[in-house]
């Protein structure tokens, strides 16, 4: 996840509040008005944007507008990506229909908030969508049924930077947003896609998943366990964010792997491992490290460390079983969260995917 930067951020739009907006242009332009530009959308709170077009077209029978999706200072994957909406009329009485079009993915798993087969739309862009064709067409006299194609210009490739393929969601991108509005370094996203991660696996009855904290100790976690994808959680700093989610949607079996940095920080009680957020405690590890027998010139040492990997290699070279320890105080941290409602074992795993301590409780 990349560094905040310093001061006051602008906040952005969602790609569902920029495939609404385009949504309104394309559709106003269907039923014979200019394209509105700029166009005024209304957020689920409220709230009364205006987009800027980037394209237009229209035909007989269909009409297409397009945005540039403007997420602020957040580093966002999909920002200055373009939402282009096609809107066609449809068979009376069909209602709102919606389509993936090109760069938008369709949903090919169960547990997500969407059928098998379906576009990957979200509920809350859906609503918003349906709610200003329904406004439109009240003012024309027309009873809205329209065909919607959602489409994001290069949104296959940018795809394959997000949790979507893991999801089952293939060919694109999702259409995402529960405000409108993307606030900067919210993390939202981040979560969000954990607890669909959650939610895909218990739907595809898996018994057994993986919180890591990075791609080395995902392989290590997937080749010990013989893992499948969608049993993969990309938890990175949000430990706590997974554990009180699984809590509530518990499946039998969690495995948590992770750096030893990360993993201090977990046994330490902390459930945000972002270092903006939290700190690797030196003294606390010198003290671990006295319960297991290191005497005062290890442990002065520990306290002095640069680093956590210094205090690793320390009481590695001491043939103290320090990652070890760290594995099982992450491990009862992790147990005060979930309560019982599922088993956890713990992985520490070095740079170059050793495991290099292990608590199963």
């Known amino acids: ?3 905040r930067p310093q001061g006051k951020l602008r906040r952005g739009w969602t790609t569902g509040a920029c495939a609404t907006a385009a949504t309104r242009a ?32 229209r035909g007989e029978d269909w009409a297409r507008a397009a945005i540039v999706k403007d ?3 957040d580093p966002d994957v999909t920002h200055q990506a373009l939402v282009l909406a096609t809107v066609r009329r449809a068979t009376r009485g069909s209602g709102v229909h919606f389509v993936a079009g090109e760069g938008v993915g369709t949903v090919t798993r169960p547990g997500l908030p969407l059928a098998v087969g379906e576009a990957a739309i979200n509920p809350v862009p859906r609503a918003m969508m349906r709610e200003t064709i329904a406004e439109l067409a009240g003012n024309h006299g027309e009873c809205g049924d329209i065909e919607v194609e959602i489409g994001v210009e290069n949104g296959a490739e940018l795809a394959r930077h997000t949790w979507n393929p893991r999801l089952g969601i ?15 370094y919210s993390c939202s996203a981040w ?23 990075g791609k080395t100790s995902e ?5 010990l366990y013989d893992l ?14 997974l554990l009180k989610y699984l809590r509530d949607h518990p499946l039998p079996r969690l495995t948590i792997a992770g750096g030893f940095a990360k993993l201090c920080k977990l046994a330490r009680g ?10 690797v405690d030196r003294e606390w590890l010198a003290e671990e490290a006295r319960a297991l027998g290191a005497g005062d010139a290890l442990c002065a040492r520990i306290r002095a460390a640069n680093t956590a990997g210094e205090v690793r290699e320390l009481a590695a070279d001491a043939g103290l079983p320090l990652a070890a320890r760290i594995a099982a105080g992450a491990r009862r941290t992790a147990d005060q969260v979930l309560r019982g409602a599922l088993a956890v074992d713990v992985l520490v795993v070095d740079r170059r995917g050793n495991i290099i301590g292990r608590d199963h409780g």
Do not use: K, N, W
Not at 170 to 184: E, H, K, R
Not at 219 to 223: E, G, N, P, S, V
Not at 270 to 279: F, I, K, N, W, Y
């Open 1 to 3: 996840m990349s560094e």
């Open 26 to 57: 394309a559709y106003a332009a269907l039923l014979g008005e200019p394209f509105p530009d700029p166009v005024t959308i209304t957020l689920p709170r409220g709230q009364r944007p205006a987009f800027a077009l980037a394209q237009t077209a």
């Open 71 to 73: 997420a602020g200072d």
């Open 170 to 184: 293939v060919g694109g991108l999702s259409i995402l947003g529960t405000t409108g509005i993307v606030i900067p």
């Open 191 to 213: 979560i969000h896609s954990i607890r669909q991660g959650v939610d895909v696996a218990r739907a595809c009855g898996l018994t057994h998943v993986a919180g890591c904290t």
């Open 219 to 223: 392989r290590t976690a997937q080749a």
């Open 228 to 241: 499948p994808e969608q049993a993969l959680l990309d938890m990175g700093d949000f430990a706590g964010g």
């Open 270 to 279: 902390h459930l945000d491992l972002h270092s903006g957020r939290s700190q």
